[in-house]
């Protein structure tokens, strides 16, 4: 299995506070994703990463924002959390974005719960 | 609009069966396509990866076919067990982040 680890792995919060959760990776990937899982919809991104620094928006991005800071760690941050962000979300990882060949590995998951 | 399409939504088979899950997808300039397995209250597992040049894939009774002039894949698993019962999320990467299909619920009843 990739070296991908989430924390929290489960989180309760109440409406209007912010939570951050945090991806670690020891694989030295370039690409770090989020996605959230939600029934009915399944896996979405939220913001990806192609580098130190350098993000960039997906389908759902609107109250999440991201950083990264080193290699491995990816964080997801909800500035300010809603009932709607209740949700199961997934880190991965990639070693290249364009190449054919290329697979991408996921983490173990982040139930957050919005109250 | 680059979308994933997986059906059935739901299929449920008698052991032993062998059987067949689908995908579409909009756009045919991909880079590969993954099949992932994921049980209930857990993470995805990655089955097989298609890249845009092969046609098929292969790991022990799973097959994987790509076709991308149609824009489909099939996974098929054969002799199916009830240990096979998950969803199976077919995803298609266009750009560096992949594409997911709502999935496939897979029940194989012993």
């Known amino acids: 299995d990739a070296g991908i680890t989430q924390s929290p792995r489960h989180k309760v919060t109440e409406t209007g506070t912010p939570v951050t959760l945090r991806c670690h990776q020891t694989e030295n990937h370039r690409y770090m994703y989020w996605y959230r899982q939600d029934p009915g919809h399944g896996l979405r991104l939220i913001h990806y990463?192609?580098?130190?620094?350098?993000?960039d928006k997906g389908e759902v991005s609107d109250g999440y924002s991201v950083s990264r800071s080193k290699t491995e760690d990816f964080l997801l941050t909800l500035e300010s959390a809603t009932s709607s962000q209740t949700s199961v979300y997934f880190c991965?990882?990639?070693?290249?974005?364009?190449?054919?060949?290329?697979?991408?590995?996921f983490g173990p998951g982040t139930r957050l719960t919005v109250l | 609009k680059q979308e994933v399409t997986q059906i059935p939504a739901a299929l449920s088979v008698p052991e032993g069966e062998n059987l067949v899950l689908n995908c579409s997808f909009t756009d045919s300039a991909i880079y590969n396509l993954q099949w992932f397995r994921q049980d209930p209250g857990k993470g995805l597992t990655s089955l097989l990866l298609?890249?845009?040049?092969?046609r098929e894939q292969t790991s022990g009774r799973l097959n994987a076919s790509l076709d991308k002039s149609s824009g489909r894949s099939t996974l098929y698993i054969a002799a199916s067990q009830p240990g096979d019962s998950a969803t199976y999320l077919c995803?298609?990467?266009?750009?560096?982040?992949?594409?997911f299909g709502k999935g496939t619920r897979l029940s194989v009843i012993a």
């Open positions: 995803a298609v990467r266009w750009s560096a982040p992949l594409v």
């Open positions: 298609i890249q845009s040049s092969q």
């Open positions: 990463s192609y580098g130190v620094k350098d993000t």
């Open positions: 991965a990882i990639s070693l290249a974005g364009g190449s054919s060949t290329d697979t991408q590995y």
